[in-house]
């Protein structure tokens, strides 16, 4: 059974920095590019990055590619999404999903897995 299980998220003032976790397991993670979205109150979910398997391998929504980092290791099973300079705007809850590396098309698509999410709260 794949569970994706994410964690990091809280409540957080305005320019602060937070560090979100998603433990992969059930899944062969070397298989897998690892991604994140997010999901505002009120709003439907949107993509916010991933990464492949290479390290070097990224793509950011144009929207937090300025600070947000995501990251992963590949001994842990885990992927990492570093957030700076964090604003109102970024509260939602956050959640990590896998593509397999064969997938194809734009790197917002193509999800097989998901995790619960972790809510992110931004206060100003």
């Known amino acids: 059974q794949v569970q994706l299980v994410e964690s990091g998220g809280g409540l957080v003032q305005a320019g602060g920095s937070l560090r979100l976790s998603c433990a992969a397991s059930g899944l062969l993670f070397s298989n897998y590019n690892m991604g994140w979205f997010r999901q505002a109150p009120g709003k439907e979910r949107v993509f916010v990055a991933v990464i492949g398997w290479s390290v070097s391998s990224t793509y950011y929504a144009d929207s937090v590619k300025d600070r947000f980092t995501i990251s992963r290791d590949n001994a842990k099973n885990t992927v990492y999404l570093q957030i700076d300079s964090l604003k109102p705007d970024d509260t939602a809850v956050y959640y990590c999903?896998?593509?397999?590396?064969?997938?194809?098309?734009?790197?917002?698509?193509?999800?097989?897995?998901w995790g619960r999410g972790t809510q992110v709260t931004v206060s100003s």
């Open positions: 999903a896998a593509r397999s590396v064969r997938a194809r098309g734009v790197p917002a698509t193509g999800y097989d897995y």
